[in-house]
């Protein structure tokens, strides 16, 4: 029988799109994670990277792996899972926080700070440093929230790599750190432990900015370098979720790559650096 015409030059990558698109969908359909809209190409090549982890040969056979094996599919949910992160990333940042958003929270008697997609957990703890000496930890409340339960793990227990430790001295000096950074860890030959202190109120707690709904209301959101990962419509629908989240005045801090411009909500918001990408919720 001779194959339509459309069939006979429909090329692999459009096949292999599809595979995609059905694995993201059967994802969605057994475990309820939404994957659906996320940036295409950053799904294609982490799901590629599994196909050869898991040594299949196609997407579909990856499909009937993940649906019929859980481990498989929490496999694929840590591939998908976005953890490039480090101590006091991008130190102008916090810089700028301590300048133009920590003197503003300082006047409040307690504070809720809410760290959306903290991976593994470096920027957290750094932003823990960065409020006990301000004189602010104390009276913080931080919530730490990723959809990925393995990093929330390992998140919570505070423990690095000594590899990273000499780059991370660096950047928290660069980002205006008062003391001595050795003073927050104990170090082996391995690993670096963070100060128990500095846990005591963070609340690590797994949480997805696609499928569930406000967090909790609070002061200051650090969602950075997460959007970046999402299609247009998501970023959307996840702005709309964390200016609910935020009381009015609090703030909002994206990554240096991400922007509320053309979002619907950008005109909610005023500039407080338009560089490091932190907002200020006005008044409804």
């Given at each position: 029988m001779k194959l339509p015409v459309a069939m006979e030059h429909r090329d692999f990558s459009t096949i292999e799109n599809i595979e995609l698109e059905l694995l993201l969908q059967a994802v969605f359909l057994q475990y309820g994670y939404d994957f659906r809209n996320y940036s295409r190409a950053h799904v294609k090549r982490r799901v590629k990277h599994q196909m050869v982890q898991e040594g299949v040969k196609s997407?579909?056979?990856?499909?009937?792996?993940?649906?019929?094996?859980?481990?498989?599919?929490?496999?694929?949910?840590r591939t998908l899972s976005i953890n490039v992160t480090e101590m006091f990333r991008n130190p102008e940042f916090y810089r700028s926080v301590r300048e133009n958003v920590l003197p503003i929270l300082k006047t409040y008697p307690y504070l809720k700070i809410w760290h959306a997609g903290c991976a593994s957990g470096e920027e957290v703890y750094s932003f823990a440093i960065m409020l006990k000496e301000e004189g602010l930890l104390e009276r913080t409340q931080i919530y730490a929230t990723d959809f990925n339960p393995d990093v929330i793990q390992q998140a919570g227990k505070g423990i690095f790599s000594i590899r990273n430790i000499k780059e991370y001295t660096t950047n928290y000096q660069k980002a205006g750190g008062?003391?001595?950074?050795?003073?927050?860890?104990?170090?082996?030959d391995e690993l670096v432990i963070f100060d128990k202190n500095l846990k005591k109120n963070i609340v690590f707690a797994e949480h997805n900015l696609v499928t569930d709904g406000v967090f909790a209301e609070v002061n200051m959101i650090v969602c950075r370098n997460v959007l970046i990962y999402f299609n247009r419509n998501l970023q959307n629908e996840v702005l709309k979720l964390l200016h609910k989240s935020l009381i009015t005045g609090g703030f909002l801090a994206l990554g240096t790559k991400e922007s509320l411009m053309f979002s619907d909500e950008e005109k909610k918001y005023k500039t407080v650096d338009a560089k490091q990408k932190i907002f200020k919720k006005k008044h409804d």
């Open positions: 997407i579909s056979e990856l499909q009937d792996k993940i649906l019929h094996d859980r481990n498989n599919f929490e496999r694929l949910v008062k003391e001595s950074f050795s003073d927050y860890y104990h170090a082996n």
